[in-house]
Structures are given as C-alpha cells and as structure tokens.
C-alpha cells in the first residue's frame, strides 16, 4: 500500500496517510476539518531483496578481473579436448578403402 501526502489548505497542516490506492482520497484535515489536498509524491526507493541480484550484476572490478584469471587458468591446465580424425587403409587390392575414427 502506497503512502500518500495531503496538505490542509486552510491551516497548512501537512501529513501523510498510507492508505490502498482504492480507496478514496481524504476531503477533511484532521486537524481543523477543512479541505485538503493530495500532493505529488516524491515516489519510492526500490529495494530489491533476496539472493542473486547484486551478486551477479554489481560485481567490483577486482572481483571481476579475479574470475576472469580463475577461468583462463584451468581453460589452459585442463586436458585438451581430443579430436577424431577419420583414417583411410587401403587392402592389398588397393580397391577398397576403409574408414576408421582414430583419438589423436
């Protein structure tokens, strides 16, 4: 529920209210019961709660960098990925030919 700001316009009585946005804007002050009006709010800061958010989106430079000389040392000490090449032999008749998936 938002917090809405009125102003009486009579003896300048300033408060706020947290009242549902469906119900109906104050008409009295509380003070002198005359008119009042409701102001413009200034809004509201965000906040966001939980796991996750600022972990992953606002990481420090220095952070930053460390993952990164993390990740580049065990892309170059892991094993490399092996390749398979096919390999070609021929029979003594030299007709046939014969594929075989060799690890290199």
């Known amino acids: 529920m938002p917090t809405y700001e009125y102003q009486c316009e009579t003896c300048k009585h300033h408060f706020e209210v947290f009242q549902p946005i469906t119900e109906e804007p104050l008409k009295r002050c509380p003070k002198c019961r005359k008119k009042v009006r409701r ?3 200034k809004g509201a800061g965000i906040l966001f ?3 996750g958010f600022y972990e992953t989106d606002y990481r420090s430079e220095s952070y930053k960098k460390q993952m990164k000389e993390e990740k580049r040392k065990t892309d170059t ?3 490399k990925k092996e390749k398979t090449k096919p390999k070609t032999s021929s029979s003594s008749s030299g007709s ?8 290199v």
């Open 39 to 41: 102001l413009i709010g």
């Open 49 to 51: 709660k939980g796991s």
């Open 77 to 79: 000490s892991g094993k």
């Open 96 to 103: 046939e030919k014969t594929t075989v998936a060799k690890k």
